[in-house]
């Protein structure tokens, strides 16, 4: 696992969480037949949870972005065009539409937390997100959910565009089971990510750095 950034600077940064919905994680909503599987998600939901309701309990800000219904009346011209030209790329949700935009089993934002929804990959495609961010004046923030190659690393990357400072919380994002996709993920936390956009870090080492 990565190495702990010894010169970080941390704070009570508002945390971002990604998709933890049921169209992400929810065992009805997987798809074996083409080796869509959600076991390690639903694996790393408790250890989410516990740092939320800790975080919580700090004073830190807790922001959840979940998606539209993945379907083509609610998405982008773009997305829609790459699945129209590109069937080996269509992920359109195909039962229980409204279902799978809910949040998953355990996760209950509560007060104070905020609610967005996005209908492209990145959490900053909200305008009303980047609104709260210019309102507080954040530069920095945390960062977890799923699917790490892909919301998750959209949002990163936007937000690095935008100007903002981003501290990946490794054990607290995730992906699909696929060996390939893991793998990916590992590239992600311990070269790419620390190397060109941020920080990464467990909760625990930033939850210990933040003590300091």
């Known amino acids: ?81 790459l699945y129209r030209e590109n069937p080996h790329a269509t992920f359109y949700t195909e039962h229980d539409v409204e279902e799978s935009v809910e949040f998953y089993d355990w996760i209950s934002p509560q007060e104070p937390d905020e609610i967005f929804t996005k209908n492209t990959y990145s959490a900053f495609a909200n305008a009303h997100l980047q609104k709260l961010f210019r309102k507080h004046g954040w530069d920095t923030y945390l960062l977890s959910g799923v699917f790490a190659e892909a919301c998750v690393n959209a949002t990163l990357i936007d937000g690095f565009t935008k100007g903002l400072f981003t501290i990946v919380l490794s054990d607290l994002v995730e992906t699909m089971d696929d060996e390939e996709q893991q793998a990916h993920k590992k590239h992600l936390i311990t070269h790419q990510w620390p190397s060109m956009y941020g920080h990464v870090m467990t909760r625990s080492e930033f939850l210990k750095k933040l003590a300091e």
Do not use: Q
């Open 1 to 81: 696992m990565e190495k702990l950034v010894v010169n970080a600077t941390v704070g009570l940064y508002p945390l971002i969480v990604v998709d933890l919905m049921k169209g992400c994680c929810s065992e009805k909503f997987e798809r074996p037949e083409i080796n869509i599987k959600f076991s390690r998600i639903r694996h790393m939901i408790p250890r989410l949870i516990k740092f939320t309701d800790e975080y919580r309990r700090l004073g830190g800000k807790i922001i959840w972005v979940r998606s539209t219904p993945w379907k083509e009346e609610y998405l982008p011209k773009n997305i829609n065009r």
